[in-house]
Every structure is written in C-alpha cells, then in structure tokens.
C-alpha cells in the first residue's frame, strides 16, 4: 500500500487536492507539512481513485489525531480531579507528555477514551478554562481548612463563613458537621475530610443543598 504513494498518479492528486483546498489543513488553518486524508477507506480503490470530494487536507498534525495516533486537542471533558479533594494520589507517568505527576486529572474523550494527564496537559487538551476553575477552587478549599478563624469550643471547632456558622463537633474518628444548626448525619474520620465538606457546602451557595451536602 505504501509503494502507491510514491506514484506520479499519486503525487497529482495529491497536489490537486491541495490547490483545490487552498494549501491550508482544513481542520486548524495551518500551511505546514500537508497531507491527504481518506476518512474512509474502499476496498479495491487506489488513493488517487477516489472522488475529490472524498478527502480532506489536514496537517501532519491533525491528520495523527484522525488516526489516533495522538489525543485530539479539544471535545474532552474531566471526570475527576484531585484538585477537588485536595489530595495528591500516587506518581503516575501522564498519559499526554509522560512525565511524573501526582497531581492527577482523569480525562475522557469519546474517540480516545479515559486518560490520566497533569494539569498542563489538561489545559493543552482545551480545558483550560475547567483547570484554572479548579485551581481557584483548590486555592480556596485549602484557605479555608487552614484557616486561622477556626475557633476551638468545648466541643470541637467552629467558624463562619460565606454567612454560615459551620461546627465541626466530636472526636479523632468521629467526627460531625452541624451548620446554621442543622446537624449533619454523615460521619467523618478526620477534620480535614469533615472541613472538605462543609467548604462544599458553602460554595454550594444553595441553602436547597444544604441536607444532600451534611447529611
């Protein structure tokens, strides 16, 4: 199959298609290294039999994305992220550029499928607006667990905030959230986890929320 590149019937097409096209990748736009693309192929056809119509000129580039060769740029979306908990997981090698992360953002993309990336790879994958909400939010849960407006009670700590009063009551492996004195039901095993929580729910800024959030 790859001989039939090398073909002067061939290397006419293809310029064909590129002059057709206007020497750019139709997919970004770029005049670099161009290359023509079979979407599909027919059984029994050369390249250059096809009808023009039939191809595409993409760069070098978008044209390993069509083959999967590389991740797309765009259309992923996040399904977790340890910028939400707050919590490095172990060292993985990222799925995009192959360096050691700890900080991990599992992506997916319907052709590609799930993938661990670091949160620079993750903003290059067009989530860079998600990434940079994500960090904002990271900045602002661990403000708030480390906060010094915590105040300890005679039955565990207590702050207020964003117009909230927030109590985390009981003890090591025990622990209880009761805001704007609603007790919560849900039993955590350490501040920090009982802390995440209750910034969950006050970012909620949903009273609604409030039982799905502590109870």
């Not at 064909?16 to 970004?28: K, S």
């Not at 990222?94 to 360096?99: D, F, H, L, M």
């Not at 009670?153 to 985390?168: M, R």
Request: hydrophobic content about 35%; aromatic content about 10%.
């Amino acid at each position: 199959m790859k001989k039939l590149y090398h073909k002067k019937e061939w290397q006419q097409y293809r310029a064909f298609c590129l002059e057709l096209r206007g020497n750019r990748c139709e997919e970004c736009g770029c005049s670099g290294i161009l290359q023509v693309h079979h979407p599909d192929y027919v059984e029994g056809l050369k390249p250059w039999e096809y009808p023009i119509e039939f191809c595409v000129v993409l760069c070098r580039k978008c044209h390993a994305v069509e083959h999967g060769i590389i991740p797309p740029p765009d259309g992923w979306v996040i399904l977790h992220s340890d910028l939400e908990d707050n919590t490095p997981s172990d060292s993985v090698e990222c799925g995009r550029c192959n360096a050691d992360i700890r900080w991990h953002v599992t992506v997916y993309h319907p052709d590609w499928g799930e993938m661990i990336v670091g949160s620079e790879c993750a903003e290059a994958l067009s989530l860079g607006e998600e990434i940079r909400r994500l960090k904002s939010f990271n900045r602002r849960l661990r403000n708030f667990i480390n906060s010094p407006r915590w105040r300890k009670t005679k039955v565990g700590l207590k702050i207020t905030s964003g117009g909230h009063e927030i109590s985390v009551l009981g003890k090591e492996g025990r622990y209880f959230l009761n805001i704007d004195n609603v007790r919560g039901r849900l039993i955590f095993k350490d501040l920090e986890s009982a802390k995440k929580r209750a910034f969950t729910y006050i970012e909620s800024l949903s009273l609604n929320n409030k039982f799905s959030l502590i109870e």
